[in-house]
């Protein structure tokens, strides 16, 4: 499946954005979706995945209470909505597609490119 991430910019802390990814070349509900972040100097770290039904989802606690993931099956689409951003979520964000929820957060079968989020201060 290819994935393709957009909707990254510049924002003040405190504000929102919302990050779309759109999936081709497979069945979109076969696939768990989730996002991950890498900040500079930093490793990649999971922040948020859904199931493929879209019934349940599992979330970094960094993000926990400020991002929502959610996805259109009938679009191909996954979202990022980030609320209250803070300048520690600077980073490059990627959309990913696995197997299950379960597994996608420690293995993803791929990946799209990454959209970069910058917040300021």
């Known amino acids: 499946v290819q994935l393709q991430a957009s909707g990254g910019g510049l924002v003040q802390a405190g504000g929102s954005l919302r990050l779309s990814c759109a999936a081709s070349?497979?069945?979109?509900?076969?696939?768990?979706l989730g996002w991950f972040r890498r900040a500079p100097g930093r490793e990649r770290e999971f922040v948020a995945a859904?199931?493929?039904?879209?019934?349940?989802?599992i979330y970094a606690n960094s993000v926990k209470g400020r991002f929502t993931i959610s996805r259109d099956n009938a679009k191909n689409t996954v979202y990022l909505q980030m609320n209250s951003l803070k300048p520690e979520d600077t980073a490059v964000y990627y959309c990913a597609a696995g197997s299950a929820i379960t597994v996608l957060p420690t293995r993803s079968d791929y990946w799209g490119q990454g959209t970069q989020v910058t917040v300021s201060s």
């Open positions: 859904i199931s493929r039904s879209g019934g349940d989802t």
């Open positions: 070349g497979r069945t979109f509900s076969n696939y768990a």
